[in-house]
């Protein structure tokens, strides 16, 4: 399985992450799954509301209603999330993987600005009950 990640929308998911540092920014994909890869068409910015926004993040349950209504009103499916790390790693924290809902990709931005400036970007998608680290295609 891979990630096929629309140059454009890779482009807006770093500067919505840069623009939400130094708080974890969030959203939510539309796109197609198919038998061995998953396509990214479209994209939804979703506000944190997490108490600790700059550790974790929590996008609001009516706001994931609606945006997911829309995505099936396009015709797109709901293929997964997106969140950054803000000066963190590339890795899914305990509370990432204990919320993952099984067959949804998570791609997590690395972002970091004070020191070294970098970034960098995972996916994961939960199978099963293994976590699978799955390569990006970005075109």
């Given at each position: 399985m891979e990630i096929y990640l629309?140059?454009?929308?890779?482009?807006?998911?770093?500067?919505?992450?840069?623009?939400?540092?130094p708080f974890e920014a969030c959203g939510i994909l539309g796109g197609e799954v198919g038998a061995s890869q998953i396509i990214v068409k479209s994209y939804f910015t979703t506000k944190n509301v997490s108490s600790d926004p700059y550790r974790e993040y929590l996008i609001d349950p009516w706001e994931e209603i609606k945006i997911l209504r829309f995505i099936e009103k396009i015709g797109q499916n709901f293929i997964g999330v997106y969140h950054s790390h803000p000066e963190g790693g590339q890795y899914l924290s305990e509370k990432d993987k204990n919320s993952m809902i099984p067959e949804i990709c998570y791609l997590v931005f690395s972002l970091r600005i004070n020191t070294n400036p970098t970034i960098k970007l995972d996916a994961y998608f939960k199978k099963d009950e293994d976590i699978l680290n799955l390569p990006i295609r970005i075109f």
């Open positions: 629309p140059k454009d929308i890779f482009k807006m998911l770093v500067v919505h992450s840069i623009h939400e540092y």
